[in-house]
């Protein structure tokens, strides 16, 4: 583990990779700092990070999209999986590293709401918890192309989708808001929700016994639920969105609101992202 | 030791690797032949526990690589098709960071990457990025890598593609020398190759086993009729009357090599594979034929191979 987090480390730095990543950051945050808080005169620091979130949707990529797919296009990963490491420990190594790069350039963030100290009383409180929330959104996102650069082994393919993704993170409080409150509708969009998963398992497992049943079990559920109860699916639909906004969760900070939950969900996405991708490795060395 | 039992890998309904089994035993290399796609890669892929096997068992020095896979990697050096180097890093660089992907305790790296790099004479090349290298010193640095550790079995795919003949007589010497004391399969489908470096020979075909012996018995057992080149100064009318006299001759044929002025070179075949030059000796002697050169001819693995799997053109 050591060994592939210091190599991953190393290549960061030796490539300028890692160099401009937290340049590219601190030039974000440097930007939304002057417009907030310099020029907008606001004393809330956390309004600058918060702008600066938005830009993970180039950040992240541009850091992940080679984490495991250039190994194998390369064919590396036939060196470091036949070692005797653990796949575990090879994706934690790795992970380590990525969040090391993003973990350093959060720490020179942390000197930022310092500055604002020459013009006039800060809530510092409110500021070091947004950086804090800011970290783990970033750790969750790269958890998130780290798995997508798992599935590939095109560099610009981890990178496309990896934004995408995140682009929908960001879109999807919107994507709620427009969606129709009709129960019936309700279960529609989750039943369509669930044959979905069906095919993404199926695709996965090639297995038509445990996606039939999924598929089966889970219709049925929904439709059972609806014949029992309709209110049950009261604002079912953006419930079940909210799991997936990654985003809204942390734009509570800035409001003085240290959510305890959203620094819980966050190390959640973490942990099942990292958990998926050794299960998308492992899963690969079955087919491959 | 490695020891393979029922090997399958089944991709959708294509068997790549059909219910395999063999073993090979310590300071023995096994030559590993076929034709491309024959599953020769697929199959050393999942020995060394890199792709996951539909059924069966691969076992190395007593640990099950499935189920104990961290001690029986240990045992394992493997080295792929293409060498897997990073192309960004530099060759001690790289050795380095293998003997601490491996697990080698802290105090010894230094001195293994500085043995492997002497093995392989890369040390001059130590501070070269390896994208710049050429691709013979590329399949060095990545049989250095395998070599990291000084594991009981080495795992090689093709050590010798891409080389020039003169690192291929090198690679060769140092395979046979590794042999001594490492337990090889190395893979091949160069026939020449593995007669002249394994000690056994496996040959596989669409993922099945076909045989698994010495090259010599092979040679032997499947080799059909054996024959005799010589090279006479004589009449080829008289020749061939005179061979046709003998008994249990099958055929004699003229051969198109140029063998120097009013010499002739012929092939001639017994019937039943018994020793026939003696006869052939006396004949030349006893009808005056100046006979220049007598030897049987060799049958190589190659046409064994041809025989076996009777798909010429694909073997080499």
Not at chain 1, 53 to 66: D, G, I, K, S
Not at chain 1, 130 to 139: D, K, N, Y
Not at chain 2, 55 to 70: L, Q, R, W
Request: with cysteine; glycine share 8%; proline share 3%.
């Amino acid at each position: 583990m050591k060994a592939i987090y210091k190599k991953e480390l190393r290549s960061y730095f030796t490539s300028f990779l890692g160099y401009l990543f937290v340049a590219f950051l601190l030039i974000f945050v440097s930007i939304f700092q002057y417009l907030y808080n310099l020029r907008g005169e606001y004393a809330n620091f956390a309004l600058a990070v918060n702008g600066t979130a938005t830009f993970f949707l180039l950040l992240v990529p541009m850091l992940t999209m080679r984490i495991l797919a250039e190994e194998k296009r390369q064919r590396t990963d036939q060196l470091i999986f036949t070692a005797p490491v653990s796949v575990t420990r090879i994706v934690l190594g790795k992970y380590l590293a990525l969040v090391t790069v993003f973990g350093i350039a959060c720490l020179f963030v942390c000197f930022y709401p310092l500055i604002l100290h020459n013009y006039g009383a800060t809530n510092y409180a409110v500021a070091y918890t947004t950086i804090l929330a800011f970290f783990l959104l970033g750790c969750t996102y790269m958890a998130i192309g780290m798995f997508i650069s798992a599935l590939t082994e095109s560099q610009v393919f981890a990178a496309v989708v990896t934004f995408i993704v995140i682009l929908f993170t960001l879109m999807i409080d919107m994507l709620v808001a427009m969606l129709p409150t009709g129960h019936l509708l309700a279960l529609g969009v989750l039943i369509g929700l669930a044959l979905i998963i069906s095919v993404i398992t199926y695709v996965m497992m090639k297995s038509k016994i445990v996606t039939g049943a999924f598929a089966v079990i889970s219709v049925g559920g929904l439709i059972i639920a609806y014949l029992i109860n309709e209110q049950w699916f009261d604002g079912s639909l953006a419930k079940v969105f909210g799991w997936l906004s990654v985003q809204s969760r942390f734009s509570l900070f800035r409001f003085g609101i240290v959510d305890i939950s959203s620094y819980v969900y966050y190390l959640s996405m973490i942990f099942l992202f990292v958990f998926l991708t050794v299960q998308a490795i492992k899963k690969r060395r079955w087919e491959a | 030791m490695i020891k393979v039992e029922n090997l399958v890998k089944q991709y959708g309904d294509f068997r790549a690797v059909d219910d395999l089994s063999f073993t090979v035993e310590k300071g023995e290399i096994l030559g590993f032949l076929g034709p491309n796609g024959a599953g020769k890669s697929t199959t050393m892929n999942m020995i060394t526990g890199y792709n996951s096997a539909t059924e069966g068992n691969v076992t190395i020095n007593g640990f099950n690589i499935y189920d104990e896979p961290e001690k029986a990697k240990r045992c394992i050096g493997y080295l792929p098709e293409i060498p897997p180097v990073y192309p960004d890093m530099r060759v001690r660089e790289y050795l380095s960071f293998c003997t601490e992907l491996k697990e080698i305790p802290k105090k010894d790296r230094a001195a293994e990457v500085e043995r492997v790099m002497e093995l392989l004479h890369v040390k001059h090349m130590q501070n070269k990025l390896i994208k710049h290298l050429s691709k013979g010193y590329r399949q060095r640095v990545g049989l250095a890598q395998a070599l990291v550790g000084n594991p009981e079995v080495l795992i090689l795919d093709e050590p010798t593609v891409g080389l020039d003949p003169m690192q291929i007589t090198w690679m060769r010497g140092l395979i046979r020398s590794l042999g001594k004391e490492h337990t090889i399969i190395l893979s091949s489908h160069i026939l020449f190759e593995v007669n002249a470096v394994c000690d056994r020979v496996l040959i596989i075909n669409h993922g099945k086993k076909l045989v698994i012996d010495t090259p010599e018995n092979i040679i032997r057992t499947l080799g059909g009729t054996s024959g005799v080149r010589l090279v006479v100064r004589a009449e080829e009318e008289d020749f061939r009357m005179a061979v046709g006299s003998l008994p249990n001759i099958s055929r004699c044929e003229k051969l198109s090599e140029d063998v120097g002025e009013g010499l002739t070179a012929y092939a001639v075949y017994s019937s039943d594979g018994a020793e026939i030059r003696d006869r052939l000796f006396a004949l030349c002697a006893a009808r005056g034929f100046c006979l220049f050169e007598l030897g049987a001819i060799q049958k190589t693995l190659e046409d064994v191979f041809i025989a076996m799997t009777g798909e010429e053109g694909s073997t080499i």
